[in-house]
């Protein structure tokens, strides 16, 4: 059994706990990389888990078993374009991949899109990763032409998946 909410207030040290384990676990999924990360304070952490508590420009869902930390999904309002949302950071540990984890957070995320009044989300992914392209195309998104380096000087490439909410 498991469950998914939205991060709260205050929740600094669990975000940085989960971001950080999926960051060390699947380096390759996330253009952010650990180190980048790792560096950050604890007053940065604090603030991106405030930001994403409460309000409708962003949102970070946790999945959690037998009150562990098992999954995350994030939503981010797109700034050059209202009424699209980017979901990022979608990682589930791997002892809990293969089950409902992954499909529960983005189901979570997708229906808080709609009711903020999102119209369209997008994602990337790691085209070799196709766990993730799997999971996209069960979740109705559909592959765009889009395409673009996992980071800077990377010779992986991400596509680009969209869907209406």
């Known amino acids: ?3 998914v909410r939205r991060i709260g207030l205050h929740e600094g ?3 940085r706990s989960i971001r950080l384990a ?3 676990d699947s380096p390759d ?3 952010e990389t650990f180190e980048a990360a790792n560096g950050r304070s604890a007053d940065d952490w604090n603030s991106r888990a405030d930001g994403a508590s409460a309000g409708s420009d962003r949102a970070i869902f946790i999945a959690f078993s037998d009150g562990r930390p098992v999954g995350i999904a994030a ?3 797109d700034p050059e374009s209202e009424r699209h949302g980017v979901m990022v950071q979608v990682w589930v540990a791997p002892a809990h991949r293969g089950g409902s984890v992954a499909g529960e957070l983005a189901a979570c995320l997708l229906s808080w899109a709609g009711d903020c009044g999102f119209e369209r989300v997008s994602a990337w992914f790691n085209s ?3 766990r993730a ?3 996209f195309r069960k979740l109705g998104f559909e592959l765009t032409n889009e395409t673009q380096p996992l980071r800077p000087g990377s010779d992986l490439v991400c596509r680009q998946v969209t869907r209406l909410v």
Do not use: D, H, Q, V
């Open 1 to 3: 059994m498991f469950s």
């Open 13 to 15: 040290p669990l975000y």
């Open 22 to 24: 999926a960051l060390l």
């Open 29 to 31: 999924a996330f253009s």
């Open 75 to 77: 939503l981010y309002a």
């Open 128 to 130: 070799e990763n196709w």
């Open 133 to 135: 392209a799997r999971l």
